[in-house]
């Protein structure tokens, strides 16, 4: 067992390296290989656990109602822009979108220890991400625009700071009528307390995870999202109060990380000239200081304040791509999907990890195909979540097929975008075959790579998991990172992570839809990941893992309701 004393805890590079560099060597030196995990304490210091829950003290508490279970949504309209007509911004359409998109949503117990479980997942359940609301005079929640954190252990609304009629207008002259704010934001310190300097990695999972959730949360209420993605990691801290030392005195701070504007139409258009954001000075009345979340520290991980540094952006101009290549729903689908098992609701609350896989069931090719089709945005940037975020496909998927009805086992490739198959023929094995799959719809650039049994692979790079050979496939999320990292700076560092994230989620959700269940994996070996498929450049990197297939359940644990007010409802 290491004491916090021995290990190694230098900085990543001398002084004077660039941005690009430092982020390159946390990358590199965050890697989990064979013979050495990335550094961590190796061993959980349950008295300074950190408290998941973020409180500001003094601060108001606005409860938003729990809403009455049964809502009608089928799962499959969530993907059809439009079907949905916009919900009015209320109490009640605010409620049901945290409920949805970050509340608890469930309890577990096991003997005496109870823990609870949220709508988005987190890497060892730690929940770093913390979400934020702007939001303007709404009835009940408050009779002026004001910046709100929200509370999930009590579904409720915690009010930062009172904006003025001006301020918010300001603030939201570029933004359709009826539109808010969402900010996400990380405490390094929860996922670092267990796992050391790989913690920065899986607290960027977590918020692409979020940033999925408040997407699809969004689209239940027929509302859009997008990423704000010019505005300046300052302007963002400043905005949601996070750069306020006095709101600090002896609480961990939280890193800003992406600012989303929720309208009930396409905000697009508007958003290219929108000015930019600030919410200081006049008009601004902050209340409430942050809990500490531990009673003490005892080992600090400077590398991930490094790279958290190196990958913070200033103002820029949005990303704007061209999607003209991509397929159409048809292309990518064959027939639409316009039918299906579960509402919204039952796959949103119901999702779950599952903690063992039984090692038989398999799925059928339609489904198979469904799930990776969701996977693609299309021409017409209808595609949700991926609407939401303006560039192309950062990430594609290197897949270890086991129990697929009809498809050899083996390893296969999905390329998220068209235009990327040639370039990852050339970066994976010079022998894989690159057969197309029968019978897989035109739009999906689905390849079978070379067939044969790979469960043990899978799971001996997964860290030794069981779960990513025992389901009916499991995949690795391989992004072209170094180029993505020339084309857009340090910073898309981030949002690489939050890609694999948004991928991860539709992926639990899709086999919430399907009776089965998902798994996200960040614990995998790294370059054993990519000797599997061939790749020895280290400008392609693997940046997550997830794994699909039929759970099995833990008896041992039973499940209570997320909020001992929810049985009667
Ligand atoms: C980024 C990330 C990495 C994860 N890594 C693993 C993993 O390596 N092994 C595992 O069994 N579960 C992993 N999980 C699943 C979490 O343990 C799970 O999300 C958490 O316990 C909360 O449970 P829930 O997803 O059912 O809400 C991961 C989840 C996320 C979001």
Same mark, same amino acid.
């Given at each position: 067992?290491?004491?916090? =004393?021995?290990?190694?805890?230098? +900085?990543?590079?001398?002084?004077?390296?660039?941005?690009?560099?430092?982020?390159?060597?946390?990358?590199?030196?965050?890697?989990?290989?064979?013979?050495?995990?990335?550094?961590?304490?190796?061993?959980?210091?349950?008295?300074?656990?950190?408290?998941?829950?973020?409180?500001?003290?003094?601060?108001?508490?606005?409860? *938003? /109602?729990?809403?009455?279970?049964?809502?009608?949504?089928?799962?499959?309209?969530?993907?059809?822009?439009? &079907?949905?007509?916009?919900? /009015?911004?209320?109490?009640?359409?605010?409620?049901?979108?945290?409920?949805?998109?970050?509340?608890?949503?469930?309890?577990?117990?096991?003997?005496?220890?109870?823990?609870?479980?949220? &709508?988005? /997942? #987190? !890497?060892?359940?730690?929940?770093?991400?913390?979400?934020?609301?702007?939001?303007?005079?709404?009835?009940?929640?408050?009779?002026?625009?004001?910046?709100?954190?929200?509370?999930?252990?009590?579904?409720?609304?915690?009010?930062?700071?009172?904006?003025?009629?001006?301020?918010?207008?300001?603030?939201?002259?570029?933004?359709?009528?009826?539109?808010?704010?969402?900010?996400?934001?990380?405490?390094?310190?929860?996922?670092?307390?267990?796992?050391?300097?790989?913690?920065?990695?899986?607290?960027?999972?977590?918020?692409?995870?979020? *940033?999925?959730?408040?997407? @699809?949360?969004?689209?239940?209420?027929?509302?859009?999202?997008?990423?704000?993605?010019?505005?300046?990691? +300052?302007?963002?801290?400043?905005?949601?109060?996070? %750069?306020?030392? =006095?709101?600090? /005195?002896?609480? =961990?701070?939280?890193?800003?990380?992406?600012?989303?504007?929720?309208?009930?139409?396409?905000?697009?258009?508007?958003?290219?000239?929108?000015?930019?954001?600030?919410?200081?000075? #006049?008009?601004?009345?902050?209340?409430?200081?942050?809990?500490?979340?531990?009673?003490?520290?005892?080992?600090?991980?400077?590398?991930?304040?490094?790279?958290?540094?190196?990958?913070?952006? +200033?103002?820029? #101009?949005?990303?704007?791509?061209?999607?003209?290549?991509?397929?159409?729903?048809?292309?990518?689908?064959?027939?639409?999907?316009?039918?299906?098992?579960?509402?919204?609701?039952?796959?949103?609350? +119901?999702?779950?990890?599952?903690?063992?896989?039984?090692? !038989?069931?398999?799925?059928?090719?339609?489904?198979?195909?469904?799930?990776?089709?969701?996977? @693609? $945005?299309?021409? =017409?940037?209808?595609?949700?979540?991926? %609407?939401?975020?303006?560039?192309?496909?950062?990430?594609? *998927?290197?897949?270890?097929?086991?129990?697929?009805?009809?498809?050899? $086992?083996?390893?296969?490739?999905? &390329?998220?975008?068209?235009?990327?198959?040639?370039?990852?023929?050339?970066?994976?094995?010079?022998?894989?075959?690159?057969?197309?799959?029968?019978?897989?719809?035109?739009?999906?650039?689905?390849?079978?790579?070379?067939?044969?049994?790979?469960?043990?692979?899978? !799971?001996?790079?997964?860290?030794?998991?069981?779960?990513?050979?025992?389901?009916?496939?499991?995949?690795?999320?391989?992004?072209?990172?170094?180029?993505?990292?020339?084309?857009?700076?340090?910073?898309?560092?981030?949002?690489?992570?939050?890609?694999?994230?948004?991928?991860?989620?539709?992926?639990?959700?899709?086999?919430?839809?399907?009776?089965?269940?998902?798994?996200?994996?960040?614990?995998?070996? %790294?370059?054993?990941?990519?000797?599997?498929?061939?790749?020895?450049?280290?400008?392609?990197?693997?940046?997550?893992?997830?794994?699909?297939?039929?759970?099995?359940?833990?008896?041992?644990?039973?499940?209570?309701?997320?909020?001992?007010?929810?049985?009667?409802?």
């Amino acid at each position: 067992m290491l004491e916090p =004393e021995s290990l190694e805890r230098t +900085g990543l590079l001398e002084g004077g390296a660039s941005a690009a560099e430092v982020v390159v060597a946390y990358h590199e030196r965050t890697n989990h290989h064979f013979h050495r995990y990335a550094a961590a304490l190796g061993y959980m210091d349950w008295a300074i656990q950190p408290d998941p829950f973020r409180r500001y003290v003094g601060a108001d508490l606005v409860r *938003l /109602p729990l809403p009455k279970a049964g809502h009608p949504l089928p799962y499959w309209q969530l993907y059809r822009s439009a &079907a949905v007509p916009p919900m /009015p911004l209320s109490l009640a359409s605010v409620a049901i979108f945290f409920r949805y998109a970050l509340s608890l949503t469930a309890w577990k117990q096991a003997g005496n220890t109870t823990w609870p479980l949220r &709508a988005n /997942p #987190s !890497s060892g359940n730690l929940h770093p991400t913390e979400g934020y609301a702007i939001l303007p005079a709404v009835d009940h929640i408050g009779d002026a625009a004001a910046v709100y954190h929200y509370a999930p252990r009590e579904h409720a609304l915690e009010r930062r700071a009172a904006l003025d009629a001006k301020r918010w207008s300001e603030l939201a002259e570029s933004f359709p009528e009826g539109s808010f704010l969402v900010g996400l934001s990380s405490v390094h310190w929860r996922e670092s307390w267990k796992y050391g300097e790989r913690a920065f990695r899986y607290c960027q999972h977590d918020v692409g995870h979020a *940033l999925a959730s408040l997407r @699809i949360a969004a689209a239940a209420l027929g509302w859009k999202l997008v990423l704000l993605d010019s505005i300046s990691d +300052g302007t963002l801290s400043n905005l949601l109060g996070l %750069d306020r030392d =006095e709101d600090f /005195p002896a609480a =961990e701070r939280e890193e800003a990380d992406l600012l989303v504007l929720i309208s009930p139409d396409s905000p697009a258009p508007l958003l290219t000239e929108s000015k930019p954001l600030t919410a200081h000075g #006049s008009g601004v009345l902050w209340q409430g200081r942050a809990n500490s979340l531990s009673p003490k520290h005892r080992i600090e991980w400077p590398v991930i304040d490094e790279v958290a540094q190196a990958t913070r952006r +200033g103002e820029s #101009s949005p990303i704007k791509e061209d999607f003209s290549k991509f397929p159409t729903e048809e292309e990518l689908f064959g027939t639409p999907v316009r039918d299906g098992l579960l509402t919204a609701e039952k796959a949103i609350l +119901g999702r779950r990890s599952a903690v063992a896989m039984d090692g !038989s069931t398999a799925i059928s090719r339609a489904t198979f195909f469904r799930m990776l089709a969701r996977l @693609i $945005p299309t021409q =017409e940037r209808q595609a949700m979540p991926w %609407d939401a975020i303006p560039w192309r496909p950062r990430i594609h *998927l290197g897949l270890f097929v086991h129990r697929v009805d009809g498809l050899a $086992p083996g390893l296969y490739a999905l &390329a998220r975008d068209p235009d990327k198959v040639d370039i990852l023929k050339g970066v994976m094995h010079a022998e894989f075959c690159w057969q197309r799959i029968p019978d897989c719809p035109p739009g999906l650039h689905l390849y079978l790579l070379k067939e044969g049994d790979c469960r043990a692979l899978a !799971s001996t790079v997964s860290c030794g998991q069981a779960i990513a050979g025992d389901g009916a496939f499991s995949l690795a999320m391989i992004a072209d990172y170094k180029d993505s990292l020339a084309a857009y700076g340090s910073g898309f560092y981030r949002n690489l992570f939050w890609e694999a994230g948004m991928v991860g989620q539709v992926l639990y959700l899709e086999a919430e839809e399907s009776g089965i269940r998902a798994t996200g994996i960040g614990c995998y070996f %790294d370059d054993p990941v990519h000797a599997a498929f061939g790749i020895v450049s280290s400008e392609w990197q693997s940046f997550y893992h997830f794994t699909v297939g039929a759970p099995v359940e833990d008896g041992r644990l039973t499940t209570l309701p997320a909020y001992n007010f929810e049985e009667q409802q």
